[in-house]
């Protein structure tokens, strides 16, 4: 709490943040920093910069220019609330051989991480993603996918999963993981995803 | 869109009860995340009634989230965000539409007071630009991925 008020204290002369909205961009658990655009009825400042950091104190003024925190100083400033982050979820995929709802060969692996992924969040919320490549006509690629996450829905249930902690969606190819041109044979898009939260 | 495994039952069928549900479903009533991680006292405002979040709570669309001075709670929401608000706060999620089949998604939140970190799910990857952030001086928009808040 100190540390925090240390830091609101020091910030409104860094960034003039006393009153109004501080916003920082930091990178994800992957690493991947993405952008943010802060707009006030003055202006907008666009932040795409890991660390950077950019405050609008009143609504009718333009925000400040973006300005780049140390990791210490972002860790002061949110240590309260990144202390009680949630585990990320977790996002596993399943292959499947072409126009089958057959899993390959490696995919049994897979299903042990899906189970260790459950077991570190106690998690009773899931979905299962099922996907197509492009090969044949749209209607009967959603239905394989259905097929496929049925499939695995059903394997994960074998291995202890209640089914009331999942829920079930299905694209066919319409959400290619890589987009191709219609009627390519892409092992990649053969897949069920399978996101635990 | 969303399928609950318990609704569908034989294989023939499936596809129809999909269908069916597609167009059924009542998004009033839907969850749309779960409490991870919470330090009392955390409570959701939801239809003008106080109700205490623990682990395992469910949000739903319009929910106002309430933190105290020792309070913060952590959201994984259906697509996948990650939303943590810390002490002292208050956060109204104002919009969650999920329906990705159609790409017919949008996340609003409205930040009135506190810190937030969040990390955007499957709305930011479909539709970059469908997560925002109202706070009483500003709006956020986010395209990807990981963005920490704090409104005084």
């Known amino acids: 709490m100190n540390l925090r008020l240390i830091w609101v204290m020091l910030s409104c002369g860094l960034l003039a943040a006393c009153a109004g909205t501080t916003v920082v961009l930091v990178p994800d658990a992957g690493g991947k920093v993405g952008e943010v ?20 104190d009143k609504a009718e003024q333009a925000p ?12 002061d400033m949110f240590a309260e609330t990144l202390a009680k982050e949630p585990i990320p979820p977790a996002r596993l995929r399943l292959y499947f051989s072409s126009g089958t709802d ?8 897979e299903f042990d991480k899906v189970v260790a992924a459950i077991d570190l969040r106690k998690s009773c919320d899931m979905s299962v993603i099922g ?3 492009t090969v044949g006509d749209n209607s009967s690629n959603k239905e394989l996918s259905l097929k496929r996450a049925d499939k695995v829905a059903k394997a994960l249930i074998g291995l202890g999963v209640k089914k009331d902690c999942m829920d079930m969606r299905y694209y066919g190819e319409n959400d290619p993981a890589v987009p191709t041109a219609d009627n390519v044979d ?3 898009n053969r897949r069920v995803e399978v996101e635990v939260r | 869109m969303i399928l609950k495994r318990k609704q569908y039952a034989t294989q023939p069928t499936l596809f129809l009860v999909a269908l069916m549900l597609f167009s059924s479903i009542a998004m009033a009533t839907e969850r749309i995340g779960l409490v991870k991680t919470y330090q009392p006292l955390a ?18 669309e319009g929910d106002t989230i309430v933190t105290d001075s ?11 965000a990650v939303l943590t608000l810390g002490p002292s706060g208050k956060l109204i999620v104002e919009e969650f539409l999920f329906k990705p089949a159609d790409k017919n998604v949008s996340f609003l939140s409205r930040v009135v007071k ?4 969040f990390v955007s799910g499957a709305i930011g990857r479909i539709s970059p630009g469908s997560v925002k952030f109202i706070t009483p001086t500003a709006t956020l928009g986010l395209r990807g991925t990981k963005i920490l808040i704090e409104v005084e």
């Not at chain 1, 300005?67 to 210490?72: G, I, Q, T």
């Not at chain 2, 409570?43 to 739903?60: C, H, M, Q, Y």
């Not at chain 2, 020792?70 to 996948?80: K, L, N, Q």
């Open chain 1, 37 to 56: 655009d802060l707009t006030t009825k003055g202006g907008t400042t666009h932040l795409d910069k890991a660390n950077d950091s950019a405050a609008a």
């Open chain 1, 64 to 75: 400040t220019k973006a300005v780049h925190l140390s990791d210490e100083k972002i860790k």
């Open chain 1, 102 to 109: 057959e899993f390959n060969a490696e995919t049994q692996s």
């Open chain 1, 131 to 133: 996907h197509s490549d």
């Open chain 1, 186 to 188: 892409e092992p990649k």
């Open chain 2, 43 to 60: 409570t959701a405002v939801r239809n003008g009634a106080e109700v205490k979040l623990a682990e395992g709570s469910d949000i739903f």
């Open chain 2, 70 to 80: 020792d309070g913060a709670v952590g959201i994984i929401f259906s697509d996948g």
């Open chain 2, 114 to 117: 506190g810190s937030v970190a």
